[in-house]
């Protein structure tokens, strides 16, 4: 599975502890922003990077951090192929994904601690999407709104 991430002031010490967490999983995550704190980034620049990969499917899976992730989340969401959430809580991240797919989550870094951010990002990327018909038939219409609003 390829995982990318990125930050941006708001999340960059949380940032750096995910990767450290994603690694001691045993999966491989590419930081796609800055590796150096700069208090005058800004969110919109920093969440496109992720953003931008997960649409063009140059990854699986993309966690974005900004102070509260809301603005993380609209970001991701103006990206074609792009199904982003913030998840401050664990059942969130895996049924965001178990339900409805997702494959972007939304993290603030001015909201939530270390361990149960870690414990989130653990059940994202382990979490997989069911393949029953009603989610199937969910995600087939989000697919259609899509198409209607972002092309």
Same mark, same amino acid.
């Given at each position: 599975?390829?995982?990318?991430? +990125? ?7 949380? &940032? *750096?502890?995910?990767? !450290?967490? #994603?690694?001691?999983? $045993? ?19 920093? +969440? ?7 649409? &063009? *499917?140059?990854?699986? !899976?993309? #966690?974005?951090?900004? $102070? ?39 993290? $603030? ?43």
């Amino acid at each position: 599975m390829k995982i990318c991430i +990125s930050s941006d002031h708001g999340g960059f010490e949380l &940032k *750096k502890i995910l990767i !450290k967490h #994603i690694n001691s999983l $045993g999966f491989e995550i590419k930081d796609l922003n800055d590796t150096a704190y700069d208090p005058n980034d800004d969110y919109p620049d920093t +969440s496109r990077l992720v953003a931008d990969a997960i649409s &063009k *499917k140059s990854y699986d !899976k993309g #966690i974005i951090l900004c $102070g509260s992730g809301v603005g993380a989340s609209v970001v991701a969401n103006k990206y074609k192929n792009v199904r982003a959430a913030i998840c401050h809580d664990t059942y969130s991240a895996s049924q965001g994904v178990e339900h409805d797919d997702m494959n972007v989550v939304c993290l $603030g870094g001015r909201i939530i601690g270390d361990a149960l951010a870690k414990e989130i990002i653990s059940e994202f990327i382990n979490a997989k999407f069911v393949d029953e018909e009603r989610f199937i038939r969910r995600k087939e219409k989000l697919n259609q709104i899509e198409k209607e609003n972002l092309s």
